[in-house]
């Protein structure tokens, strides 16, 4: 291959790369007001990092090539004094007060008083997700996030095993989940949407494989979001997954996994109560059907390798069909 | 070109040396291949060794055996209960070729080239490591098995202390003991399946409990989690050098008829519960789970909702304890059952698993589930 040929190739490789930049775990499309500020602040760092390179380049290119008279001037003291030092500090400066100014430095986070609390906490590879009502109520779900557009949320991160990092590009930067300790960051998602996030800092084996996903919703479709999240499990409906619930019940699913109103009350893994209105399954890892909660229950070892559940292989093919129809009519 | 430098060169004394020996050696390959490949050698059990043969077979397995044994750990071998175990065993996995102690041998195993030897003397003349370390590991060329489930070498000391016992005592130990162990099943005499005393004569019925602390009581168990362990036993999924030889020979009924029977048992009482900081630790975990370190509750399990799952109310804490090191050993892993319990196990530390222990030992044995009447 000739050079040309392989400079345009490696230029249309790059351009591939950049459609990464794009899609629901990008920082460049903000959702958020934390995200539209990370934004802002980076286009203004990059704009104006890039207008001083390329005075940069300029002028060596000046200073190798240009005539006798400009390149005097640039060897001058004047030139050295004024470019060299003044202008750092002048732009310098002025770049650190725009990032004050647009990141809201020092200033009282968003009030968010007597608003949504949401805690957060990163378990070995997934998240359980607590939504706090202010009468004390604790409704849990896992893996996913909602939100109601328009009103400050402040979440409650903190981690039940190493340090996870919580980060949801389009709604914010990111924030460490600390053993012991409550890190709190307050979210406002600007636009209804689906976006995700995922675990930023390596935390074991299957790190990668920690994601969610943050469902912004007006207000009024997430109070019933809400409303039904806070339900509890519905009864199990077909003759399938009346013998799943069953099936649910005798192998001691419910020791670990809790399904509100059905007796299963374990607090280890995620809360199952309603894991069938879910958008994924295993952090964001598989799809929500019944053909990935049979893969997830039998082989979950290989999906995401050294995570706390044991392997299900008791089951034979018509039960493991049964499980799963159950576990997806948990709306 | 060698030819052409003994023409040129007379050679050396050292170089006639060494032509000497290659041709000594090469005697030797030729002499020893025609000796192979004639058939002159008899290697008939008939015929005894040379005694230049037994002296250097006896000297190379004595000096094999002491630098096997040299890093075997002996536990204490004392305990009663662990003699029966390895008497029962004996009779089992041993008595066929070995025979009774102190009586002739069958004629069958007599004719074996070597000989089955009687192992009451076995004691004085090797100790217990070295014991462990044959019946462990077995003796290549010899028709010494070595022990079936190798992952399982916990269970060898049982035929180590009955094996030391017998020396102690003497042959009648054995017939003694097998007679004052022997355990007529009463309680359901028409129902009683053929066999049935190659199971209670360790695991007990409801008169009796188990011969050992090591063996699980079956009475209270259901019928699905009895069938499935003599499966898992006869496909050797589930590892034990006692129960492989036993299952081995199962038919499906026969492990039905087992299972049912022992189903339908009642148990004898067991201990009280006694209080105490590791009870209270023990209890927490059973009824409670550690949920900061993953562990769930064994209620949820164990307590009878699934009758896959085995009741633990009433073992004792030697063999549950002895059953999650296995776990966190990973030798119990290969079955579907298993795998969930192994990785359970391994969350545990010894000290919560001899908590857990404690407490499960202490809870009274469970009855049979009554029979739904119509």
Known sequence: ?331 | MDDKVVKVHPLTRLQRLGLAVLLVLAAFLIGGAIFIWSGIYNIAANRDHLTITTWLITILRDQSITGAAQDVDVPDLSDAGLVALGAQHYLTGCADCHGTPGEPNNPVFTSMLPRPPDLTDAARNYPASELYTIVHNGLKYSGMPAWPAPERSDEVWALIAFIEALNAQGPEFYTDMLAGLSRPALSKPGTMPDGIETCTRCHGDDQSGPIDELVPRLSGQSHDYLKRALEEYRAETRASGFMAPIAHGMSDAEIEDLATYYAALGSPETAEPDGGEEFEEGQNIVLHGIPEADVPACVTCHLGANAQFPRLEGQSAAYLMGQLQVWRHGLRDDTGYGAIMAAIARRLTPQQIEAVSTYLASLPAPQPVAEDEP
């Open chain 1, 1 to 331: 291959m000739t050079a040309p040929v392989l400079r345009s190739l490696a230029g249309t490789l790059c351009l591939l790369a950049l459609a990464g930049c794009a899609g629901e775990q990008s920082a460049f499309f903000p959702r958020g007001a934390e995200a539209e500020r990370i934004e802002t602040l980076f286009w203004v760092m990059t704009i104006a990092g890039s207008v001083i390179f390329i005075g940069v380049v300029v002028a060596t290119g000046v200073a190798m090539l240009g005539g006798q008279r400009v390149r005097r001037v640039l060897a001058g003291e004047r030139f050295i004094a004024g470019a060299g030092i003044a202008f750092p500090v002048a732009a310098l400066s002025i770049l650190l007060v725009a990032g004050f100014l647009v990141m809201r430095a020092g200033a009282a986070g968003e009030d968010a008083e007597g608003g949504l609390r949401i805690a957060v906490s990163g378990e070995r590879w997934w998240w359980r997700v607590t939504y706090l009502g202010e009468d004390g109520t604790q409704i849990e779900s896992a893996n996913e996030l909602h939100l109601p557009v328009g009103e400050p949320v402040t979440l409650e991160l903190t981690t039940a095993d190493v340090i996870h990092s919580f980060w949801a590009p389009q709604l914010a930067g990111k924030l460490d989940m600390i053993p012991g300790r409550i890190n709190r960051l307050t979210l406002t998602a600007t636009e209804p949407g689906v976006s995700r996030g995922q675990c930023a800092e390596y935390c074991g084996g299957a790190h990668a494989f920690m994601s969610f996903q943050v469902v912004a919703q007006p207000p009024e479709d997430f109070a019933d979001w809400m409303a039904n999240e806070a339900a509890d499990a519905p009864a199990p409906q077909g003759e399938s997954e009346a013998r799943g619930a069953e099936l649910f019940r005798q192998a001691g699913c419910g020791a670990c996994h809790t399904v509100r109103g059905a007796g299963a009350n374990g607090r280890i893994g995620p809360d199952l109560t309603h894991v069938g209105s879910r958008r994924s399954l295993a952090a964001a890892t598989l799809p929500n059907d019944a053909e990935a909660f049979a893969r997830w229950i039998t082989d979950n070892q290989h999906i995401k390798p050294e995570n706390q559940m044991p392997p299900y292989t008791i089951f034979d093919e018509a039960e493991l069909e049964d499980l799963s129809n159950y576990l997806e009519s948990l709306k």
